[in-house]
């Protein structure tokens, strides 16, 4: 069993999907908004003006699944402790991907050479999230 991300953009997600399609390729696998829950749900502590946000969206990117959400929290998202890491087949790929992905970001760590990749770099984009863009190496688990 996969264990996949799940990720809360505190009224952003929209903002969200529309970067990782374009900067990543990602394609939207499903998305659901708050207006389109069922009626006899219970109703949560959803300010009126979330209606049209999204409770759930799963995206596939380079075939892997991230599921994000707006979530509701009056509190600002805060990722610490983790990153997206993010394999591709060549350099070319890498280097699109990566330059994208540092749009409105931070670059921690340029693309390169080092001894497990022959391209492997770190960078923080716009929403906080650090992704490591990597191509596999020798003895890379693909």
């Known amino acids: ?13 929209d903002e ?9 390729g990602a394609q939207v696998e499903m998305l659901l908004r708050y207006q389109e ?11 009126p003006d979330w209606k049209g946000k999204v409770m759930h969206a799963s995206l596939n ?25 993010l394999t591709v087949a060549d350099e070319a790929t890498a280097g699109s991907v990566f330059t994208a992905l540092a749009e409105g970001g931070h670059i921690l760590m340029p693309l390169g050479k080092t001894f ?11 929403f906080g ?3 490591q863009v990597t191509i596999p190496g020798e003895g890379h688990p693909e």
């Open 1 to 13: 069993m996969p264990i996949e991300p799940y990720i809360f953009f505190n009224g952003r997600c």
């Open 16 to 24: 969200a999907i529309a970067f990782y399609e374009q900067a990543a």
């Open 37 to 47: 829950q069922p009626e006899n749900c219970p109703e949560g502590p959803m300010p």
């Open 61 to 85: 990117i380079h075939g892997a699944r991230v599921m994000m959400s707006d979530g509701n929290t009056a509190e600002a998202p805060a990722f610490r402790g983790f990153a997206l890491a």
């Open 116 to 126: 497990w990749s022959p391209c492997f770099g770190m960078v923080t984009d716009r």
């Open 129 to 131: 999230i650090l992704w």
